[in-house]
């Protein structure tokens, strides 16, 4: 049993939530943050449409990070946009224990990712870049490519 598993079959861990509202920022200022924190090593950035104070219309900025990522990732927010405080919250995240396969498929070759709780396979998500890279290659969908890359992961389960 690993340090972060606790018997159950997952992973956990603790990461930090960063929070801001913001109702006088460009919508492009805030794409173009998101993209800072994502580069910078955030773990997931969203921003969600809120109703504010004088009945404005805004969005709530969240920053998903690992603890050692937060002052950087605080630091970004407040240069690139209109906050004047942040909120924090430190949250325990259960994760399934993830490994990463090459699978053959008619189109090349594609990196699939696949999630398990023990040793109980309970996901399969081939990597988007990898699958539209061979769509845009051959010139077809990409879910033919997602599609062909799912399959060919099961039968790695299979054999």
């Known amino acids: 049993m690993s ?4 018997g159950d079959g997952y992973e956990h861990d603790k990461v930090v939530q960063i929070e801001t509202n913001l109702d006088d920022l460009s919508p492009e200022l805030v794409g173009h943050v998101t993209g800072l924190l994502l580069e ?6 969203w921003v969600t449409p809120v109703q504010m104070k004088k009945q404005r219309p805004g969005m709530l900025l969240a920053v998903l990070a690992e603890e050692s990522s937060v002052k950087r990732l605080a630091d ?3 240069t ?9 919250s430190e949250l325990t995240r259960w994760k399934l224990r993830r ?6 498929t008619r ?3 594609v990196s699939v990712k696949r999630g398990y709780r ?3 396979l309970l996901q399969i998500a081939p990597e988007f870049e990898s699958c539209k890279a061979l769509a845009l290659e051959h010139g077809c969908p ?4 997602y599609d062909a890359a799912r399959k060919a992961a099961l039968e790695l389960e299979s054999l």
């Open 118 to 120: 023990g040793d109980a």
């Open 40 to 45: 910078a090593g955030a773990l997931d950035v």
């Open 3 to 6: 340090p972060a598993d606790t």
């Open 76 to 78: 970004l927010v407040f």
């Open 142 to 145: 990409l879910q033919l490519v």
């Open 107 to 109: 189109f090349g070759v």
């Open 80 to 88: 690139h946009t209109s906050a004047f405080g942040l909120r924090m």
């Open 99 to 104: 490994d990463f396969v090459e699978v053959q």
